[in-house]
T-cell receptor, first 118, second 113 residues
Framework: GAVVSQHPSRVICKSGTSVKIECRSL??????MFWYRQFPKQSLMLMAT?????????EQGVEKDKFLINHASLTLSTLTVTSAHPEDSSFYIC??????????????FGDGTRLSIL | GESVGLHLPTLSVQEGDNSIINCAYS??????FIWYKQESGKGPQFIID?????DKRQGQRVTVLLNKTVKHLSLQIAATQPGDSAVYFC????????????FGKGITLSVRP
């Protein structure tokens, strides 16, 4: 079945560092991918929609200059947390809708990236 | 098993009992609904989905019920097992595979041996 791979799984770094997270669709193409953030014991909150060949669409309250998204190809989207601070520490998860059919198909999620800023 | 709304964070059931997890979704225009299971430190795992033109769908040990009149979704797990212990989220979506998902608050299912 379709698989979404996310890398790295865990990052620990100093405040002020920029961190790049990769999201790859392994056996299907994804013109759209989604980036979520999840704080402990909370739900997934959509940050932005990554669009291949065009700019990402950010949800209200998400700083686009802080969270840079690049959809480099039909199988890769990257999220860069620029100048990360402790409050950016969270679990970041990407997803991609599965190709292979019209209309409604489930999204497939990566296993997340645990970001810890010291 | 107990029936709880998503405003209650934890559902505890005895192994072998049936579990019922409820969700009140927000957008009457949503036409596709999904239940996800999330284990600690992992991404959400697809369990079952249902389209708005259906009111019931069954999978292996799981059943999803949809009541559009009251915007209510439920997940029933038969013969709950320890491996079912996780956080469960409902999600809703508008038409189209590339439409974004909106997640409910989630509930922790704890299975007592």
């Amino acid at each position: 079945g379709a698989v979404v791979s996310q890398h790295p799984s865990r990052v620990i770094c100093k405040s002020g560092t920029s961190v790049k997270i990769e999201c790859r669709s392994l056996d299907f193409q994804a013109t759209t991918m989604f980036w979520y953030r999840q704080f402990p014991k909370q739900s997934l909150m959509l940050m932005a929609t990554s669009n291949e060949g065009s700019k990402a669409t950010y949800e209200q309250g998400v700083e686009k200059d802080k969270f840079l998204i690049n959809h480099a190809s039909l199988t890769l989207s990257t999220l860069t947390v620029t100048s990360a601070h402790p409050e950016d520490s969270s679990f970041y998860i990407c997803s991609a809708p599965s190709a292979g059919g019209p209309g409604n198909q489930p999204q497939h999620f990566g296993d997340g990236t645990r970001l810890s800023i010291l | 098993g107990e029936s709880v709304g998503l405003h209650l964070p934890t559902l505890s059931v005895q192994e072998g009992d049936n579990s019922i997890i409820n969700c009140a979704y927000s957008n009457s225009a949503s036409d596709y609904f999904i239940w996800y299971k999330q284990e600690s430190g992992k991404g959400p795992q697809f369990i079952i989905d249902i389209r708005s033109n259906m009111d019931k769908r069954q999978g292996q040990r799981v059943t999803v019920l949809l009541n559009k009149t009251v915007k209510h979704l439920s997940l029933q797990i038969a013969a709950t097992q320890p491996g079912d212990s996780a956080v469960y989220f409902c999600a809703e979506r508008l038409t189209g595979a590339n439409s974004k998902l909106t997640f409910g608050k989630g509930i922790t299912l704890s299975v007592r041996p």
